[in-house]
């Protein structure tokens, strides 16, 4: 079993920064991507930022230029620095990988808790 454990959300003012971290535990033999999604009520979750074992990058338009992800492969981690924070980047930000347990197999997925944010006007 893999888990993931995010941290570092919070309530934050519009225009202020906060960086939310992933560690993932377990089983792990190679981790493949790391990301970040959002979840509202009443809306779709959707994709903010991912990263791949070589720091391949993709980002939501509406953080480009905001956010910047990263990933510390020695520790299985991923952080995401949010920064210029606005009312709209309120959500449930939730941690997702894509990894292996062995070196045969298909890769697996699997999510964290999530992690609370509100940005206030």
């Known amino acids: 079993q893999v888990q993931l454990v995010e941290s570092g959300g919070g309530l934050v003012q519009a225009g202020g920064s906060l960086r939310l971290s992933c560690a993932a535990s377990?089983?792990?033999?190679?981790?493949?991507?790391m990301g970040w999604y959002r979840q509202t009520p009443g809306k779709q979750r959707e994709l903010v930022a991912t990263i791949t074992s070589g720091s391949g990058t993709l980002y939501a338009d509406s953080v480009k230029g905001r956010f910047t992800i990263s990933r510390d492969n020695a520790k299985n981690t991923v952080y995401l620095q949010m920064n210029s924070l606005k009312p709209d980047d309120t959500g449930v930000y939730l941690c997702?990988?894509?990894?292996?347990?062995?070196?045969?197999?298909?890769?697996?997925?699997?999510w964290g808790q999530g992690t609370q944010v509100t940005v206030s006007s």
């Open positions: 377990g089983r792990i033999f190679s981790i493949n991507a």
């Open positions: 997702n990988a894509v990894y292996k347990s062995r070196w045969s197999g298909a890769p697996n997925d699997v």
